[in-house]
């Protein structure tokens, strides 16, 4: 690394509408707990990186049952995305945020 420089692997969202039009029961589910959170368009990994958090702020809701049944999974992509930027795999980590993806379209067809 640079002394004074450093480089930097961010993951951004990118939506063809944004978070609500994508995944509107998501984001509505969320906007309860979270105005600004929604507004914000969040990425995927960015609302798995807050998971416990969410989990805690959505006591007694459906969400929260949904994303427990798909917490573990979640986390588990998470952590492997992280380990390949840091050692800067980053062609794998792209293809793991499909699966983020993937296991958000089966929590999006659980909600109501």
């Known amino acids: ?30 906007g309860f707990i979270d105005p ?7 990425s995927l990994y960015e609302i798995v990186g807050q998971l416990d958090k969410l989990l805690y ?3 007694g809701t459906q969400l ?20 390949n930027i840091a050692d800067w795999h980053l062609a794998q980590a792209d293809k793991l945020l499909y699966s983020i993806e993937d296991t958000f379209d089966e929590i999006e067809s659980e909600l109501d």
């Not at 690394?1 to 509505?28: C, D, E, F, I």
């Open 1 to 30: 690394m640079s002394k004074y420089m450093q480089l930097t692997v961010t993951v951004r969202p990118y939506y063809q509408k944004n978070l609500k039009g994508v995944y509107p029961k998501l984001a509505r589910n969320l």
């Open 36 to 42: 600004g959170l929604v507004s914000r368009d969040p």
């Open 57 to 59: 702020r959505l006591d």
């Open 64 to 83: 929260r049952e949904v994303l427990l049944r798909h917490g573990e999974k979640l986390r588990s992509q998470y952590k492997i995305i992280q380990e």
